[in-house]
């Protein structure tokens, strides 16, 4: 399976250690966890949401690499937990962060969740069939394999890319806007 992740070029694009900073499903020192998502926009979306990105203008300004990783087919174990919790800001991470270690402690390295970036229905791409079409709707996922890259294989997609202007509007917020 690939999945796609996007990174500041001055580091690796997979993570080795335990030094990663927590994230949504892993708190500080449970790592690492490699954070991948299953579309490049998913991955984009991951960045703008974090960074809070919301003006156009600031789009052209970015620079980072976009990777597409081949990540194995092992199974996933989906994470069900009620929407606002999947969907919601920093005040959710310590529930996602609980159910990911009670997941990783019954055995599993690796959990698929629905994308917290990406605005439901929203991950659907296009396809081209007379001239180039919106391609149907669909929810974009996150996969997080915990542990070490072992031997996950990546390819550079982008060197110095930025996501497109129409992502934005896709994007879910992480903080709600008064």
Not at 20 to 37: D, K, S, T, V
Not at 55 to 80: K, N, S, V
Not at 97 to 118: D, F, N
Request: glycine content about 10%.
């Amino acid at each position: 399976m690939i999945g796609f992740r996007q990174v500041d070029a001055r580091y690796p694009f997979l993570w080795e250690d335990s030094s990663q900073p927590e994230g949504r499903w892993h708190r500080a020192g449970e790592g690492p966890a490699q954070y991948l998502a299953d579309t490049p926009d998913g991955a984009w979306a991951e960045f703008l949401r974090h960074e809070e990105i919301t003006d156009p203008d600031d789009l052209p300004t970015i620079r980072r690499q976009l990777w597409a990783i081949d990540f194995g087919d092992a199974p996933a174990e989906p994470i069900r937990l009620p929407a606002p919790v999947l969907f919601g800001g920093l005040e959710t991470y310590a529930r996602c962060q609980q159910e990911a270690a009670a997941v990783r402690r019954r055995g599993h390295t690796r959990i698929v969740a629905p994308s917290a970036a990406l605005k439901p229905g929203r991950a659907g791409g296009v396809c081209v069939h007379n001239g180039v079409h919106a391609a149907p709707p669909r929810d974009g996922r996150v996969f997080v394999v915990f542990g070490p890259p072992g031997d996950l294989i990546g390819w550079m997609a982008a060197y110095a890319g930025w996501p497109a202007a129409d992502l934005l509007g896709r994007v879910n917020p992480l903080a709600s806007r008064s």
